[in-house]
């Protein structure tokens, strides 16, 4: 049996008025999607935990079959994973944007103006943050670069951390309120005002100006924790696997579970990544294993930015170049298989950040009993009216695997 994980990163989405009271999924068209809906079972996964913050870090390791509630300790020390960085027992890893603020940062009335520094490039971030480690870091505080805007420091040493929040949440509104607050607050903030003297005097930073390019001058440390302890979803279900991802977090999960972590060249993390290099990575993966994750990350970045068009764009490459992809190819490996589509969390584009809802899933398999054939399309409506609904969601992972035909939507 072959297990195909299919994930847009918050492509469930509330209805908007941009789309005349529907929602992208409801918009868009998807005909792969919904073929698999309509053959097979559809419903809907509560992927956060009541208490926890509803962000792909979470949603993630519930979809993988991690109960958050026993396994999350923070976003930070997922990334490190995925950079093979080593936490020891007194290590916090922090998640370290490269971010626009708009204003003084020293002065209450900034504003976080854009979470990502104007989508600034793999090449300038890198610089950046060797340039910060240089001028502030240490043995024990470590500025270590990743991908696009998204790179990690680590405080070695240290045994507690202060209250942080999650830039993407706060575009647009005053900073002050939101800045690091409680015990080594002090020491995070200090490091951000330096960090802002290096970049505000950067030459990467002059030549983005010259361009009419967001300057990347401050950086935004949240997401901490400690190493978490998590069981190899490979060792769980004695089975072999691999992570498709641009993004750190996610193969860092993946590092976590066991998945052996396949990189796609152009793979971006944004809606210009290469989507049909992502299915055949995975139709070749397929031929030497198991499971194979592919995660999607550009529906979650267009709801971020309120771009309601580009996430119905998002979605519908998603549909033609991933799943389609994968759809139509998969018959040949001459294996049976099971196919689960669906979103960790929705990230409404009348919000910009994540919510909590429940998010639709399907699970299409080539042995048709273990199929409900709702004969419905993919998409929030339709999947809650189906009644089915997988709630802790970290369960659905254990129903994919062990035995679709006896749990499937039960």
Known sequence: ????????????????????????????????????????????????????????????????????????????????????????????????????????????????????????????????????????????????????????????????????????????????SYLPRG?????????????????????VNAKRQNLGKKQANSIWLWGQGNAPKIVPLTTRFGISGGMISAVDLLNGIGVYAGLKVIHVEGATGYIDTNYEGKAMMALDALKFMDFIFVHLEAPDEMGHEGNAVGKIQAIEEFDEKIIGTILNNIGKLNDDYRILVLSDHPTPVDIKTHVADPSPFAVLSSIKEENKVSGLPFNETTARSTDIFIDPGHLLMEKFIRDWRTNGGS
């Open 1 to 176: 049996m072959k297990y195909v994980v299919l994930l847009g990163d918050g492509m469930a989405d509330y209805p908007t008025t941009k789309l005349g009271g529907k929602t992208p999924l409801e918009c868009a068209f998807t005909p792969h999607l919904d073929q698999i809906a309509a053959a097979g079972t559809l419903g809907l996964v509560n992927t956060i935990p009541d208490g926890l913050t509803p962000g792909s870090d979470v949603a993630n390791l519930s979809v993988l079959g991690y109960d958050p509630k026993q396994t999350y300790t923070g976003r930070g020390p997922l990334e490190a994973a995925n950079m093979g960085i080593s936490l020891g027992q007194d290590d916090i890893a922090y998640r370290c944007n490269l971010v626009t603020i708009g204003g003084d940062l020293a002065r209450p009335d900034a504003v976080m103006e854009d979470f990502t520094a104007g989508h600034i490039s793999k090449d300038e971030a890198k610089c950046l943050i060797n340039d910060i480690n240089k001028a502030i870091g240490s043995s024990k505080l470590q500025f270590i670069p990743g991908v696009g805007y998204r790179h990690l420091f680590v405080w070695r040493g240290v045994t507690s951390s202060p209250i942080t929040t999650a830039p993407h949440d706060i575009t647009g509104k005053q900073i002050a």
């Open 183 to 203: 015990e080594y607050a002090e020491e995070l903030l200090s490091l951000m005002k330096r960090a802002n003297e290096v970049l505000n005097n950067h030459p």
